[in-house]
């Protein structure tokens, strides 16, 4: 395993997009109508934050391959820095929504190359084991975030939860800067043409299936969390209240991850991977059977995105880690289109539910419950592993 000062800057590094994305979200209802515009526009502000990040990943992958991890990611850092300080002074929702773009730009460089240098210093099960220590520190930041931010938001108004972004990425500057090394020494950098490792790596159908799991969970977790928030003040919460109601699914992601740190000694790697499946069906169950009978309660809605989150906690963290460690050799190019697809995916689902059904309750059951069968359709595919190379 490496070290730990090694681990604690990869998991800052993978906290880059969440921290951004999550922050705001107990002060959405009170920037619409600080800004003029509809609840059902502040969702996009993060859907747009996803498409940039996500498309942001497909460069910074090659980049770093042919150039290097530490002067890619240094670059990156310095925009989401700025790019969060012009968030915290917007005063007109369209140049927020640029400032956003410009944070998401940056916060890429921290998604891809987190996962990269983790390729590039393990092998395929200890990367699984080392996402299972990252991931439940990463797995702090959608409880921690809102929590703060609701706080900050209530205290100072919600231009400070952008102050705290920009300072979080200046403490990660500093860890990079002192405890990462270089993984990527200049003999084994990619002098090919930047994309030219795309195709190699869309080819791995193992790459593919375990692609398509990370892009399932994480739709139906940026589809609760961009409609929550609106649940909850169905419910009657305020912005400092709600955002205290994301630390048990929190609480579930590292409880999943710890187990499956675990299980890996003593199952398969896709068994664990299918036991986080299951119990992301059993989520979207219990949450389409409350839609049916209306939630009254907060605890109707917490307790079946725990099943949801215990997921997230296992079955992502070790199909991201598959799909980055497969055979195809370009470990930040597959870690960029990796991010591509599990960001784009989600901004698009998050968008086109929220403009195309608006929010609620229902909306949100129906989601989650889709995304879960989808996750487990990949799951019991008969295009197997094995299959793939025949």
């Known amino acids: 395993m490496p070290r730990w000062s090694f681990i604690l800057t990869v998991a800052m590094l993978n906290a880059f997009g969440l921290i951004a994305s999550d922050v705001y979200l107990p002060a959405m209802p009170h920037m619409a ?8 526009q502040m969702p996009q502000t993060v859907s747009v934050y996803l498409l940039v990040l996500a498309i942001a990943q497909l460069v910074y992958g090659p980049l770093s391959d042919r150039h290097g991890r530490k002067p890619v990611l240094f670059a990156g850092i310095a925009l989401y820095f700025i790019g969060s300080l012009g968030c915290a002074v917007a005063t007109h929702f369209g140049v927020f929504l640029i400032w956003r773009m410009v944070e998401a730009g940056g ?7 987190g996962r990269a240098v983790i390729a590039d210093t393990c092998s395929k099960q200890t990367s699984a084991k080392v996402y299972a220590v990252v991931y439940p520190l990463v797995s702090l930041s959608p409880a921690l975030a809102p929590a703060v931010g609701g706080y900050l938001a209530s205290a100072f108004g919600w231009y400070a939860d952008f102050l705290f972004v920009a300072g979080f990425a200046l403490a990660a500057l500093l860890m990079a800067v002192t405890l990462l090394p270089e993984t990527l020494p200049p003999h084994n950098r990619k002098r090919r043409a930047l ?28 589809v609760y969390l961009t409609q929550s928030p609106f649940v909850f003040a169905s419910l009657g919460l305020r912005e400092a209240q709600s955002g205290w109601l994301y630390l048990p699914l929190s609480a579930s992601i590292i409880a ?3 187990l499956a740190r675990r299980w890996l000694d003593l199952w398969t790697y896709d068994r664990v991977i299918t036991a986080g499946i299951a119990c992301f069906v059993l989520g979207g169950l219990a949450f389409a059977i409350i839609a049916m009978h209306g939630a009254t309660s907060v605890v109707a809605v917490i307790l079946p995105m725990c099943l949801v989150s215990l997921a997230n906690g296992s ?13 195809h050799g370009h470990a930040a190019t597959a870690s960029g289109l990796v991010g591509f697809f599990q960001i784009s995916s989600s901004a698009l689902a998050a968008s086109l539910i929220s403009a195309a059904c608006g929010t609620g309750l229902t909306v949100l059951a129906c989601s989650v419950s889709l995304m879960a069968i989808l996750a487990m359709a990949a799951c019991i595919s008969p295009r197997l592993e094995g299959k793939c190379h025949e």
């Not at 109508?33 to 059902?40: N, T």
């Not at 916060?107 to 190359?113: E, M, S």
């Not at 079955?315 to 055979?327: E, M």
Request: hydrophobic share 60%; with cysteine; glycine share 10%.
């Open 256 to 258: 999943a991850n710890l």
């Open 195 to 222: 994309l030219a490792g795309f195709a190699h790596v869309l080819r791995d159908c193992t790459f593919r299936r375990y692609t398509i799991i990370v892009c399932a969970i994480y739709c139906a977790w940026f």
């Open 315 to 327: 079955s992502l963290s070790l199909a991201v880690s598959g799909a980055v460690t497969g055979v």
């Open 33 to 40: 109508a600080g800004f003029g515009v509809a609840d059902w």
């Open 107 to 113: 916060a890429a460089a921290g998604l891809v190359i």
